[in-house]
């Protein structure tokens, strides 16, 4: 009797561990096959245009005040209202690293362009020197691509692109009749962005120079500024797009 | 009663006494002349009259934003952080003028100091488009190219106007004007009331080096 009860526990024993072992090879088996069949699959295309809007200052910050008695914060944030509709209404994702009166840090602002993996980053500006729409890219030098960039110049790989898309801005500003001036910058928030990034300052509109045509807080000045910097943005995904 | 050989001693002492404080009453009569002396050596002869130079300044309008170039005639020190400091000052002078392209309050006073010192060594690599890397040279000297820190009072900065385009075109005129004069300036630095300060007015980045012969801002050199 106990031989055979010994007999029968080790074939038990023994079929446990060939189908314990069956089990371990089937899960291996595809393991390799999926990682094989991602290897082979091309990376998908880029389906999601998200642009980052970034309204400067805010809480404590206020920037410039204007004659007007408003603060730049204050214009900044109402741009950046009335641009996200507009991008919205055209099937773009928005992304903003504010939507109230609060005070943002720098370095969370480009924490949250960096994590958004955007196409565009637009930091809102305004100014009541100078007239028209001041764009700045930053003034870095271009660099190639390196697996870890240092935070405050994460922006050097991607000037390339910025001076892309400050050129599509220029054209879409000026299309609307909208002066418009081009430069570089050293700012902190797009020295730190890892997508193509621009400053964008609005200024008054001006005659010949000096006279104010329209100022900052003139609505449907503020809608022509909206609509040409959506009109750009919509020729940069078209732009992206193409193969 | 008193010996004999103590009233000669007494009397020797008094006499040593005496002595002494005619000696000392003299030498107090000769210090007192020594000081009327040295104050009637006070330098009363006017100052040497510096020669009127030719001195560029880069003069920023808001208009366009650029950077004009404007050749002023100025007496200019041989010293040459004082003569930074001169022609600085009068650059912002012209931005406090009533008519200025580029309005700035403050004038020549905002410019606390100038100080020029050996600059670091920007080491290009072999990859033209890789970063730049600072490098401190082994034979760092005033010889070569320089570092310029710019020291600007706390009520300029205070009251300069906030704006990208303001400030970007202030700090590049400042730095453009610079190297124009004095061309071994290749990089400037700037601190406010003796501290460094992360803008000018909001946008403009005051931490880091700024390249002074293409006017803009050079990564990879950072505190």
Known sequence: MPVRLEIRLFLTGCKRTLRLNRQILAFATLAALSTLAAAQVPPAPFTRFVVVLDAAHGGDDSGGRFKSGQSEKAFTLALNVRLRSLLAARGIAVVTTRESDAAVDPNRRAEIANHANAQACLSLHASETGGGIHLFASSLAPTSAVRFAAWKTAQAPWVTRSLALAGVLNSSLQHAGLAVTLDRTALPVVDSMTCPAIAVEVAPERIAGKQIKSALDDPAYQSRVASALAAALLEWRSEARQP | ?223
């Open chain 2, 1 to 223: 009663m008193i010996r004999r050989f103590q009233a000669v001693l007494f009397f020797i002492l008094l006499a040593a006494s005496v002595v002494m404080g005619v000696v000392l009453w003299q030498l107090r009569e000769r210090a007192h002349q020594r000081l009327l002396a040295g104050e009637n050596s006070a330098p009363t002869s006017a100052p040497l009259v510096t020669p009127a130079e030719q001195a560029t300044l880069m003069v920023a309008n808001d208009a366009d934003n650029s950077l004009l170039s404007q050749v002023q005639s100025l007496p200019l020190p041989q010293d040459r952080g004082a003569r930074a400091r001169l022609v600085l000052g009068k650059l912002l002078d012209l931005y406090a003028a009533p008519d200025s392209a580029h309005p700035v309050p403050g004038g020549a006073s905002s410019i606390a100091q100038v100080f020029l010192l050996a600059a670091p060594a920007v080491e290009r690599p072999r990859d033209p488009l890789g970063p730049a890397k600072p490098t401190v040279p082994a034979t760092a000297s005033l010889s070569g190219p320089q570092l310029a820190v710019v020291n600007l009072t706390g009520a300029f900065v205070a009251s300069h106007p906030s704006g990208l385009a303001t400030e970007t075109l202030t700090v590049l005129s400042i730095c453009a004007t610079l190297h124009a004069n004095l061309p071994r300036v290749t990089q400037v630095r700037f601190l406010v009331d003796g501290v460094q300060r992360p803008t000018l007015a909001g946008h403009a980045d005051l931490t880091r080096t700024y390249l002074a012969s293409q006017t803009a801002p050079t990564e990879g050199i950072h505190p």
